[in-house]
């Protein structure tokens, strides 16, 4: 039970500035926290921000602190990260989930992933 749809990705220059966008379904969407994760080829997926309930609460990863902001609108079902000043090791596939631990920890507890929408910051 949980449907995630991840879009706003793309290709983008060093410095440049990306909006992701989660659409959730199948869950009551204000009743959890939520994470952005990510994930590049040969590496484990990373927990790279995550909001409260309400929103009131988040938290970054040092490697993208100052840099990105989540957010949330409960009306919509939607969760968003804005990403500026992107750097070449942003470049992931993106994914967002339930709860705020580690990538593991969710698959555990709600086992489904979206897709994932696809980051890739070149020059």
């Known amino acids: 039970q949980g449907q995630f749809v991840e879009s706003g990705g793309g290709l983008v220059q060093p410095g440049g500035s990306l909006r992701l966008s989660c659409a959730a379904s199948g869950f009551t969407f204000s009743t959890y926290a939520m994470s952005w994760y990510r994930q590049a080829p040969g590496k484990e997926r990373e927990l790279v921000a995550g909001i409260s309930r309400l929103g009131y609460t988040t938290n970054y990863a040092d490697s993208v602190k100052g840099r990105f902001t989540i957010s949330r609108e409960n009306a919509k079902n939607t969760m968003y990260l804005q990403m500026n000043s992107l750097k070449p090791e942003d470049t992931a596939v993106y994914y967002c989930?339930?709860?705020?631990?580690?990538?593991?920890?969710?698959?555990?507890?709600?086992?489904?992933w979206g897709q994932g929408t696809q980051v890739t910051v070149s020059s």
């Open positions: 989930n339930r709860g705020i631990g580690t990538a593991g920890e969710s698959s555990r507890l709600w086992g489904s």
